[in-house]
């Protein structure tokens, strides 16, 4: 062998796979079974959008459903358009039936509402996502993270009802909904409606509960406590004790209504401001009239009555009313306040017809009906309107002539009219104001003057009254008559003395009454005498025949 062929090494190929290569393709094997099986572990990875990440820590919020951890957040960013909160959460294989459609989430972190302190447990845990499965089939990724608890699951159930007011101060989302007092659903969302100017809320009436919201019941707000001093008086309202904490929402069917069909999810109803407000509101049809008064009008407000004979017959409708009048001002001086009133059919019996109101007014007014105002409430002063039937047919044609611009100016502004008369107050208060003028006008200081004379005679006379008063004083004490009744006593005695004389038993008497016994036969011996002198003058002179007695006639065969 040379040194050539000793420096070069000879290269043979391998006819076999080397015992050793089992090694790192046992590992490449390991891992991508590790990889599958970390995948398959790891579970769906759901996007939740919020409004803000308050309280959401990524790789630490832990996502609880009923308190068990079934996910965990791993990423929190910003959207696109940087107005939202982007939350990826990776959650376990295991539940992947529970996120479906009607799957809730929202946030958990301590809260001081009207329901009480809530999430006290997450001081020293920190917020967590509360999950709320729902029984949707639909699958979904893709979620809205609620800020608060919703009132009730998506798919509890009941029945959910919309309620749209223009003034809903005080009513709040997890406020009660009530049914005579008692709690049977929540309030769950409100939303304002900018096109209509209108808040919306969402009502759940949880089951069995659900059946008793029918198309004829009616929804107003529950302050809890209110009273309202009008016309008609003071009225106090007290709820429960829920309700006057917290307020809340009451709902029920009107006495004398018929129940009517059970409503479905979305039926839409109006929320009254109170429970007053929904008996007037049944009250959709009526006749409007234009009134004119000439006196002032301060307590006469909006929703006061307008009665007749003290039933209720109808509602003004606004105070003053100058919507259709060019010179509101002038019109005020000269014709009076306008109010227009609402003369509603409902309060006055079952099926009347717009029509038919029309031409029953027309027939009053034409007897003489006008309206007038009448104090309801001494202490607030506040006013209604009383429809009264005036008979004298001088005092309705005067009425006539002078509302005639009145009616004119209602017509245009496309309102009939009802004429109006002075209350009793205005009356009294004209009267006493005419009275107070005649005494300003009269004679004040003649009057004075000529008093002042009258005290000076009168003063005069007075002083002759005490002139005489001692000039009788003066005769009454003097001796002469002190004397006079010893004088007086002693004539009374010598006239009882001398009528004694006269008395019966006295010789005077005895005398008298002899004397008058003569004078008595005398005059009737001088009687026939007489007698025949008045028949016969001459009979001193010449003798006279007796007569014959006078014999009666024969009575005739």
């Known amino acids: 062998m040379t040194d050539s062929e000793s420096t070069t090494a000879k290269v043979s190929s391998i006819k076999q796979w080397s015992p050793i290569w089992f090694v790192p393709l046992a590992a490449i094997l390991v891992g991508c079974w590790m990889l599958y099986n970390n995948f398959q572990q790891q579970g769906a990875l759901l996007t939740l959008v919020a409004e803000n990440a308050e309280g959401i820590i990524a790789n630490k919020t832990q996502i609880k459903s009923r308190s068990v951890d079934v996910g965990q957040v791993v990423s929190v960013e910003l959207s696109e358009d940087l107005k939202q909160v982007i939350i990826k959460a990776r959650m376990k294989p295991t539940i992947s039936a529970m996120l479906n459609q009607d799957s809730q989430f929202w946030v958990v972190k301590p809260q001081v509402g009207r329901a009480g302190v809530t999430g006290l447990d997450t001081l020293l845990s920190g917020a967590y996502i509360e999950l709320q499965p729902g029984d949707s089939e639909v699958e979904q990724r893709q979620y809205q993270l609620l800020a608060a608890q919703p009132a009730a699951p998506a798919d509890a159930p009941g029945v959910r009802v919309m309620l749209s007011a223009s003034d809903t101060s005080g009513l709040a989302v997890g406020d009660p909904v009530l049914y005579r007092g008692y709690e049977v659903g929540t309030v769950e969302y409100s939303e304002f409606n900018l096109e209509q100017k209108r808040t919306e809320y969402q009502l759940f009436i949880r089951e069995p509960y659900d059946s008793l919201v029918s198309e004829n019941v009616r929804f107003w707000l529950s302050s809890g406590f209110s009273f309202d001093l009008n016309a008609e008086g003071l009225q106090v309202d007290i709820a429960s ?56 009008v301060r307590g006469l407000k909006s929703g006061a009555p307008v009665e007749y004979r003290g039933i209720r017959v109808g509602t003004v409708a606004s105070v003053p009313f100058f919507f259709s009048f060019e010179k509101p001002f002038e019109i005020s001086l000269q014709q009076g306040i306008p109010v227009l009133i609402r003369i509603e059919t409902g309060r006055l019996y079952e099926n009347l017809s717009v029509s038919q109101l029309k031409a029953e007014i027309d027939k009053a007014v034409a007897k003489g009906m006008h309206a007038s105002l009448k104090p309801g409430n001494l202490l607030t002063g506040s006013l209604f309107i009383e429809l009264a039937l005036n008979n004298d047919p001088n005092i309705v044609e005067s009425q006539v002539n002078l509302l005639a611009e009145q009616r004119r100016l ?66 009454l004490t003097s001796p002469q008559l002190q004397q006079l009744p010893e004088d007086l006593k002693l004539s009374m005695q010598k006239l009882q003395d001398m009528l004694s004389g006269l008395s019966p038993g006295s010789a005077a008497y005895d005398r008298l009454d002899t004397n008058l016994q003569t004078l008595d036969q005398v005059l009737r011996d001088v009687q026939p005498i007489l007698q025949l002198l008045n028949q016969q003058s001459n009979a001193l002179f010449f003798s006279t025949e007796t007569a014959a007695d006078p014999e009666p006639k024969r009575a005739k065969p």
């Open 410 to 475: 209602s017509t245009n502004a496309g309102y009939p009219m009802l004429p109006t008369a002075r209350s009793g107050l205005s009356n009294i208060e004209q009267k006493v104001l005419m009275a107070l003028d005649k005494i300003n006008n009269l004679p004040i200081e003649q009057l004075l003057v000529q008093g002042d004379k009258t005290l000076q005679s009168t003063d005069a006379l007075m002083q002759s009254a005490a002139v005489l008063i001692q000039q009788v004083d003066a005769l």
């Open 241 to 296: 004790a829920t309700t006057l904490l917290s307020g809340g929402v009451s709902f029920d069917l009107l006495q004398g209504w018929p129940i009517g069909k059970t409503v479905e999810d979305g039926a839409e109803f109006q929320l009254f401001p109170n429970k007053q407000r929904v008996q007037e509101g049944m009250y959709n049809e009526y006749v409007e009239y234009l009134l004119f008064f000439d006196e002032s």
